[in-house]
């Protein structure tokens, strides 16, 4: 790479800047809302850059799930350029910009440098605050090179301060600055590093792994809520199995369950292990090849009971058949109060949901015992949870090596009368003026209850206007 117009260059504060025709980072590849926030941003005077997740997928040539913005835009600035928005966040404030079909698009202001601070306690836990800051210290407080990326629309280039670019080239997870310091700061750090390397299929850097084996018991630090949200988040991601791999080898898998740890210890560990891993690989299967066909819909019970199974089988003696009258209503005890006991507090899990995990587990027996040939008699058609458990118990015999599991059964087509995002236009460039909205609590989006509605705006006519 050479010439004055296209060689890479670094800026005064050491930042690689990349510019185009030198990345693979196409404009047409971005979300046209996206792309019409950051040129609203520009007209208005500030910058905004893609940032994060969505530039790392486009490096490697997939298509983003999410287009965050970050900004030098302040969110009571943002909440005036984007009236259909809303703010959220404690620690630190975000606005929401909200387009058709329930589209949300994170817009964050330039964070700054202090929690990264080498200054800085190294036992600290990540403190709370609000502070504003510039692109290179916004870049130094996340949590892997990999996503520290930027692209900013004006010179179409990318910037990378912390070594980005060739971690993705050498398909490499790194945390951003010392690794110590940065999971002892925040420990649900080591969750995220074991599932962007399993989702990418990257090896962790060796100075990365080696400060979450150490400090793996950590997790314990951390709110049930962040790491209950992050569990879901690995096991809907279609690398299920390759997140739990890794965090079995980590010892990360031994604290999140602690159950499970004597299990995988024991003389049938392996086995247990095996069981495991082919569980979660059917998910990950449905979750790739069922996004051809439609939209891909597991619910929770059904991905926490997958990942439970080994365990619970053994706990709870589960084989045992016919189970009927005062005999099903205690095992229906057993197990709940069991999932109680060693699950549901950690994870702070609603009353529903062990309900529906322990209604998979206690009828598991029952549905392996009356598959016929891939059918199931009428009787048990017309039990309430024939859906869920037919549902817990093809994946179940897949993963034991029997019929692949009917992808139609975790799809949901999209509707026919749907409409296409426009091409062209950005939603806001097709909307009336906003109305007055003094009955709506100064500003926040609303609900639409109309089927033709959207979430933050309702039909008036042939135009859609702020509700």
């Not at 790491?227 to 739990?244: F, N």
């Not at 049938?268 to 569980?279: H, P, R």
């Not at 048990?380 to 009917?406: I, M, Q, T």
Request: net charge neutral.
């Amino acid at each position: 790479m050479s010439g004055d117009t296209t060689e890479i260059r670094q800026t005064e504060q050491q930042g690689l800047v990349i510019p185009p025709g030198e990345h693979p980072v196409r404009e047409e590849d971005i979300d046209p809302d996206a792309l019409f926030i950051l040129h609203r941003l520009k007209e208005a005077g500030f910058a905004g850059y893609l940032v994060g997740g969505g530039v790392r997928d486009l490096y490697l040539g997939k298509q983003p799930k999410d287009f965050d913005i970050s900004t030098n835009a302040h969110p009571g600035q943002l909440r005036k350029l984007f009236r259909n928005s809303r703010t959220i966040g404690r620690r630190f404030r975000l606005v929401q910009v909200f387009f058709r079909d329930n589209k949300i698009i994170e817009v964050s202001t330039l964070r700054s440098q202090s929690e990264y601070d080498e200054n800085g306690e190294a036992e600290q836990v990540l403190p709370a605050n609000n502070t504003f800051g510039t692109l290179e210290e916004d870049a130094f407080r996340r949590d892997l090179t990999i996503n520290s990326l930027f692209y900013e629309i004006e010179n179409k280039t990318v910037i990378d301060y912390v070594g980005g670019v060739q971690d993705i080239a050498d398909g490499i997870v790194r945390l951003v600055g010392d690794p110590e310091r940065r999971i002892i700061r925040d420990p649900v750090r080591m969750l995220r590093a074991v599932r962007h390397a399993a989702r990418a299929g990257f090896i962790i850097e060796d100075a990365t792994w080696q400060a979450i084996v150490r400090h793996c018991d950590k997790i314990d630090l951390c709110p049930t809520s962040r790491i209950r949200d992050e569990l879901l988040k690995d096991l809907q991601s279609g690398r299920s199995r390759a997140w739990a791999d890794l965090a079995i080898d980590s010892g990360i898998f031994s604290i999140l369950f602690p159950f499970y740890d004597a299990l995988l210890k024991s003389d049938d560990g392996a086995q247990v292990k095996a069981e495991l891993l082919a569980l979660l690989a059917v998910s990950d299967r449905i979750a790739s090849e069922g996004r051809l066909i439609g939209k891909v819909v597991f619910d929770d019970a059904l991905l926490l009971a997958l990942l439970l199974f080994p365990w619970a089988e053994r706990q709870f003696s589960l084989g045992q058949a016919d189970l009927k009258g005062a005999g099903h209503h205690r095992m229906v005890v057993t197990v709940r109060d069991g999932l109680d006991a060693a699950f549901s507090s950690r994870l702070n899990l609603s009353r529903m949901l062990i309900d529906n995990i322990t209604t998979l587990f206690v009828n598991s027996a029952i549905f392996q015992e009356n598959a016929q040939g891939g059918s199931w008699p009428g009787w048990l058609r017309k039990k309430s949870y024939f859906g869920a458990c037919s549902r817990f118990a093809v994946c179940r015999r897949e993963a034991a090596g029997g019929e692949p599991a009917d992808l139609s059964l975790f799809t949901m087509a999209a509707p026919k009368n749907s409409r296409p995002a426009p091409a062209q236009k950005p939603f806001f460039a097709v909307m009336s003026p906003p109305q007055d909205r003094s009955s709506n609590g100064g500003g926040s989006p609303a609900f639409s209850s109309s089927p033709d509605g959207i979430f933050g705006l309702r039909r008036d006519g042939v135009n859609l206007r702020f509700c």
